[in-house]
């Protein structure tokens, strides 16, 4: 199956700035990759699906304004959360489509203090 | 719509128990059944799949059996070990217009006592 990394694993930002989140599929070119948010001890929700070299679908309630989803390569997805607040802190995964299955990233835990 | 429920965890055993943790799904259709497991701290592992009724997915000890007339997918596992500890996640998978969505369910924590 694919290989996914998410970079970075853990980081801590203060309330209002902007974090960048990297999504790389190491060994297939993914055309399709998911934006997944977990909070404590609950299930993954799934934010916006990313389409290479279109616009990404957000699921209802994501506000894409905030949740910023660039997927220009069919490597390489990023997630920037824009103006982060307290409430932004959680645990972002990724995940990568082939044909028929989806492969995870490790995810990355942001905190906004 | 799609959803999938799981049995309420923690569920905590001793070492060589005996392991079920009951998943029941809605959806309209065929849907493909799907247990992953997730570490602490990591992403989530593919464990096993189903993709038709009657189908038993299994691997690394762990089975489950695609049941369309009970809508279920049970993972079981004969003989836990303390490194089984992890949450496990049912979900079932339909197609989209945007790509295959997975529906997870709300995940269900397994510890396992030496």
């Known amino acids: 199956g694919a290989v996914v990394s998410q970079h970075p694993s853990r980081v801590i930002c203060k309330s209002g700035t902007s974090v960048k989140i990297e999504c790389r599929s190491l060994d297939f070119q993914a055309t399709t990759m998911f934006w997944y948010r977990q909070f404590p001890k609950q299930s993954l929700m799934l934010m916006a699906t990313?389409?290479?070299?279109?616009?990404?679908?957000?699921e209802q309630g994501v506000e894409k304004d905030k949740f910023l989803i660039n997927h220009a390569s069919l490597t390489l997805s990023t997630l920037t959360v824009t103006s982060a607040h307290p409430e932004d802190s959680s645990f972002y995964i990724c995940?990568?489509?082939?044909?028929?299955?989806?492969?995870f990233g490790p995810g990355t835990r942001l905190t906004v203090t | 719509g799609n959803s999938v429920t799981q049995m309420e965890g923690p569920v905590t055993l001793s070492e060589e128990a005996f392991l079920t943790i009951n998943c029941t799904y809605t959806?309209?259709?065929?849907?493909?059944l799907f247990w992953y497991v997730q570490y602490p701290g990591e992403g989530l592992q593919l464990l096993l799949k189903?993709?038709?009724?009657?189908d038993k997915g299994s691997n690394k000890g762990f089975e489950a059996t695609y049941r369309k007339e009970t809508t279920s997918f049970h993972l079981e596992k004969g003989s836990v070990q303390v490194s089984d500890s992890a949450v496990y996640f049912c979900a079932l998978r339909k197609a989209g217009w945007y790509g295959n969505k997975l529906v997870f369910g709300a995940g269900t924590i397994l510890r396992v006592k030496s």
């Open positions: 959806a309209t259709g065929y849907p493909s």
């Open positions: 990313s389409n290479e070299g279109s616009k990404a679908t957000y």
């Open positions: 189903a993709t038709k009724a009657d």
């Open positions: 995940s990568v489509q082939d044909s028929y299955e989806q492969y």
